[in-house]
Nanobody
Framework: VQLQASGGGLAQAGGSLRLSCAAS????????MGWYRQAPGKQRDLVAI???????SYADSVKGRFTISRDNAKNTMYLQMNSLKPEDTAVYYC????????WGQGTQVTVSS
């Protein structure tokens, strides 16, 4: 399975962006998928996870603002990001599979104040 992240760009604080992660193959059997982000000079941090059953978990910093979802029929995962803050600026990566075996190439999100 290959993952392709897209949807990043420039947004103003308080704005919204929607990231997509398209898989080259079926994601139906992939139990966990998630989004990570890495800001310049910082480690890569987990943002959100979604299970095949739809259970979700979020980092405290994005709870109530970001929503992760997946569409197995379209082999695509999403991250809806609302109420964006400058500290959300980072490269966002999608990942999937046991021990995060599969990774997308990353998409840049820049939030201006």
């Amino acid at each position: 399975v290959q993952l392709q992240a897209s949807g990043g760009g420039l947004a103003q604080a308080g704005g919204s962006l929607r990231l997509s992660c398209a898989a080259s193959g079926s994601i139906f059997s992939i139990t966990y998928m998630g989004w990570y982000r890495q800001a310049p000079g910082k480690q890569r941090d987990l943002v959100a996870i979604i299970s095949s059953g739809g259970s979700t978990s979020y980092a405290d910093s994005v709870k109530g603002r970001f929503t992760i979802s997946r569409d197995n029929a379209k082999n695509t995962m999403y991250l809806q990001m609302n109420s964006l803050k400058p500290e959300d600026t980072a490269v966002y990566y999608c990942a999937a599979g046991g021990e995060w075996h599969y990774w997308g190439q990353g998409t840049q999100v820049t939030v201006s104040s």
